[in-house]
T-cell receptor, first 113, second 112 residues
Framework: GQQLNQSPQSMFIQEGEDVSMNCTSS?????WLWYKQDPGEGPVLLIA?????ELTSNGRLTAQFGITRKDSFLNISASIPSDVGIYFC?????????????FGKGTKLSVKP | DADVTQTPRNRITKTGKRIMLECSQT?????MYWYRQDPGLGLRLIYY???????NKGEISDGYSVSRQAQAKFSLSLESAIPNQTALYFC???????????FGEGSRLTVL
């Protein structure tokens, strides 16, 4: 089945630094999504991307849907301690399993004050 | 109150025991899902249901069963729990094929 390669697996950064993570796939997706999981909670949607080349921002977060439709990245600018958590990318194809999401393995972000 | 509620939040059990994890939602969504999260493996789909009479196997359904008792309720059962089923389990709901996926707060299961 389809798989997503998400990197890096973990990051340890200083407060105030910018963060970048990405997902790649061997196959095309029609939708890319980015979720964040706070410690002890379920994942919550951050950004959804629906069109190749689309660049979308949500506060300090920016995500892009790759032109080839096989990749996406998420940037976080000026990180703060509450950015700590696990970030998941997810891809969706409308034709596959009736729209079920395929998740990456996550990027665990730690922020040092 | 949470829109997607999972019970229990934590459970410790022994090998061979039958376990049921329950999920209920107040969002009125038609689709419900059960995922399993293991460190470094991300979220893997166990079962999903598009309505009360529809049950589908996901990526890792072996050793699990589900029941969609009503549109708002979707339970996951482990008929005979084994240690490698120790994990964090999430229920999620969605409206249609393009709606946002909403997750519950998770149920941590430990099988000794």
């Amino acid at each position: 089945g389809q798989q997503l390669n998400q990197s890096p697996q973990s990051m340890f950064i200083q407060e105030g630094e910018d963060v970048s993570m990405n997902c790649t796939s061997s196959s095309i997706f029609n939708t890319w999504l980015w979720y964040k999981q706070d410690p002890g909670e379920g994942p919550v949607l951050l950004i959804a991307l629906y069109k190749a080349g689309e660049l979308t921002s949500n506060g300090r977060l920016t995500a892009q849907f790759g032109i080839t439709r096989k990749d996406s990245f998420l940037n976080i600018s000026a990180s703060i301690p509450s950015d700590v958590g696990i970030y998941f990318c997810a891809g969706q194809n409308r034709g596959g399993s009736q729209g079920n999401l395929i998740f990456g393995k996550g990027t665990k972000l730690s922020v040092k004050p | 109150d949470a829109d997607v509620t999972q019970t229990p939040r934590n459970r410790i059990t022994k090998t061979g025991k039958r376990i049921m994890l329950e999920c209920s939602q107040t969002k009125g969504h038609d689709r419900m899902y059960w995922y399993r999260q293991d460190p470094g493996l991300g979220l893997r789909l166990i079962y999903y249901s598009f309505d009360v009479k529809d049950i589908n196997k996901g990526e890792i359904s072996d050793g699990y069963s589900v029941s969609r008792q009503a549109q708002a309720k979707f339970s996951l059962s482990l008929e005979s729990a084994i240690p490698n089923q120790t994990a964090l389990y999430f229920c999620a709901t969605r409206q249609g094929s393009s709606g946002e996926l909403f997750f519950g707060e998770g149920s941590r299961l430990t099988v000794l």
